[in-house]
């Protein structure tokens, strides 16, 4: 097939027949499927105050809640919270850090999430930037993405309970040399309520978006222009795909904008001037 061709095949084979934003900033495509709505939780704002307005949402219809994690509070303890408080949400991370963590880790707190919230639980996954990686964590930033292949092949391990090993960046257990010699594959001492808790990663360079086509159950772009999703991203969704296995599903992107309805059109642009300014500013790589 011509390079057009095969974009248009791949944006088939994900079922994105047509894009729809919505508000805050996070989902979906419109197509075979049906559509649902999700949100971000502000993460530098009061989270009791941002509490009561997620449980109207819920009552409301909102089917996905995702929680970010910067500099600011933890991820995984605002979503167990959230997980007692909802009874209906699919509440997800966007995303969580990937060198903040074990890989062994974040498969236990995604089945530790899963397990409070009964099955409702999403993990996002992303190598965030230099800027808070060495800046904040003062962790080395290096290897995004065979680092985050191997903690999805990790914890798709760990939730089916295999004995865990992995040779790679991460090396478990620890080899002999590297250690006191003691440590011995483990696997997971409880049952997990899923064995593949849907996995979703944010990424905007064409490997990571190829890698992601492949292996991951969602992706999770920012500033996506859905007119121009094909152009920039097409070949690499398509490349993803045909490596891609059939058990893992349609691809599901999770992309929108800030929603705001009002007469003064640049009064209503402030609200996204911060969220632009710390992304491409704050964050950035540079």
Not at 32 to 39: A, D, K, L, T
Not at 72 to 92: C, E, F, N, R, V
Not at 161 to 174: A, C, F, K, S, V
Request: charged share 20%; hydrophobic share 40%; aromatic share 6%.
């Amino acid at each position: 097939m011509s390079e057009v061709d095969e974009r248009d095949s791949a944006w088939a084979s994900i079922g994105a027949s047509k894009f729809r934003p919505m508000s805050s900033g996070l989902r979906v495509l419109e197509g075979s499927q049906s559509m649902r709505i999700s949100m971000q939780l502000n993460y530098a704002g009061d989270f009791h105050s941002s509490l009561s307005q997620i449980l109207e949402y819920e009552r409301e219809g909102l089917d996905i809640l995702w929680v970010a994690e910067a500099y600011g509070l933890d991820s995984p303890t605002l979503m167990g919270y959230l997980a007692a408080k909802t009874t209906s949400l699919q509440i997800g991370s966007a995303i969580l850090p990937i060198f903040t963590r074990t890989p062994a880790l974040i498969a236990q707190t995604a089945a530790g999430l899963d397990e409070v919230s009964q099955g409702r639980a999403l993990l996002g996954l992303g190598a965030s930037g230099p800027q808070v990686i060495e800046g904040w964590h003062g962790v080395r930033y290096d290897k995004p993405l065979q680092r985050t292949r191997e903690i999805v092949e990790v914890c798709r391990k760990v939730w089916s309970r295999e004995y865990l090993q992995n040779d790679g960046i991460y090396q478990i257990p620890l080899p002999l040399n590297l250690g006191t010699g003691l440590g011995k594959p483990l696997k997971l001492i409880t049952h997990p309520i899923r064995s593949r808790i849907p996995i979703y990663i944010a990424s905007l360079g064409p490997k990571n978006v190829e890698m992601i086509a492949e292996i991951a159950e969602g992706w999770l772009p920012i500033f996506f222009i859905p007119e121009r999703a094909r152009e920039v991203w097409g070949a690499a969704i398509a490349a993803g795909l045909n490596k891609r296995s059939n058990e893992l599903g349609k691809l599901d992107i999770v992309a929108g904008g800030m929603l705001a309805i009002g007469e003064n059109l640049d009064h209503l642009l402030e609200l996204a001037r911060s969220t632009t300014a710390l992304y491409i500013g704050g964050l950035r790589n540079s």
